[in-house]
């Protein structure tokens, strides 16, 4: 099997490099998080204008047509300048909805908005004590003549305080825990009854509590089937998860990167530390490590075109599974190898650490997609 990029894929990932390059270095990532939303309105508009924000829609909507791989150059680049602006939360998670289950109308009304950056979405998902369970919906929406009357909380909503537009998970019938009966809702973010609450996370990023209070929608406003939206949520967190996948790896290579450069200038003894033997290894186990992250990071987006949903999410488990193991382990011998520098907020390798922790959790930790690769069977 051709690991190699194409021609197109090659200039994509010297175009995204070569941008952030230019643009985003630890400094200039701390000014970016005083802005309105802790991200840069700059940099998202060079986003924009190198077509990075319209890859993966359709040429039809006025995308590029990309696929999971041009996806996966983007993110992985992403991670490795800890960019914070919402490239996940908008174009692939609500990207990612409008392309596998928006109407004509809806695509039409929202995709052009993100391609040219003047629109940014979230994902409203996660409610008190759902954990990773996407079943797991409290919040309503009850129909009301055309329309639909949305209540409830979602908690730990990523860009959900900038946001434009929310995409909010409810339930239509049923009980909290059944998984029929969750509809999709595309919900203007200043709509009357929407309340907001916005905070930093641990990775630098922003997020919001919201809270729906008799929130009116059309009929327009439903993804898909309002009452079997599950697999369509299903299979847009699992486009993130291989997403969040690449960041990851980008992430860990930056890291060792650093990590390495640190130990060949960092002199004890009057010599460098790095020709100690022993923590000579122990950047050897570092690249191990990355490289079997960057092997299933690779194969998850390879899984993306798979048609059998099953065998799609469960490949996507395992590859959450490796990145997290990898990612702890880079990420704790990072510290340690930078010494008591490495544990204050001035050097950049423990902001690498907090950002891939938040990406071991989000959407599933290590051991729930552990238990779920076991269920199916594992991959053979």
Sequence with gaps: MDFDLSEEQR?????????????????????????????????????????????????????????AVETMIVMEALGKALVLEPYLATVVIGGGFLRHGGSAEQKAAHIPGIIDGSKTFAFAQLEKNSRYDLADVSTTAKKKEAGWVIDG?????????????????????????????????????????????????QDGLHAADITFTGVEVGSDAAIGDPENGLPLIERV????????????????????????????????????????QTLQHRAADMFVALEQARSMSMFATMAADFDDAKE?????????????KSGKFIGQQSIQLHGGIGMTQEAKIGHYFKRLTMIENTFGDTDYHLRRVTDAGGLV
């Excluded at 390495?260 to 009057?270: I, P």
């Design 11 to 67: 200039l994509l990932k010297e175009s995204i490099d070569g941008l952030l390059t230019d643009s985003y270095d630890f400094d200039a990532r701390k000014k970016y998080q005083k802005e309105k939303g802790g991200w840069s309105k700059a940099v998202w508009g060079k986003l924009a204008e190198q077509g990075l924000l319209g890859l993966p829609f359709a040429e039809a909507d006025g995308g590029f047509g990309a696929g």
């Design 153 to 201: 909380e979602k908690f730990v909503v990523l860009n959900g305080e900038n946001a434009d537009t929310l995409i909010v998970t409810a339930r239509t019938k049923g009980g909290r825990h059944d998984k029929t009966g969750i509809g999709v809702f595309l919900v203007p973010a200043n709509a009357k009854g929407v309340t907001r609450k916005g905070y930093p996370t």
């Design 237 to 276: 967190v699992d486009d993130a998860r291989t997403a969040m996948c690449a960041e990851a790896v980008g992430a860990m290579d930056e890291s060792l990167k650093t990590t390495v450069e640190y130990l060949k200038t960092r002199k004890q003894f009057g010599v460098p530390i790095g020709s100690f």
């Design 312 to 324: 799609r999410a469960t490949a996507v488990a395992a590859a959450k599974v490796q990145i997290g």
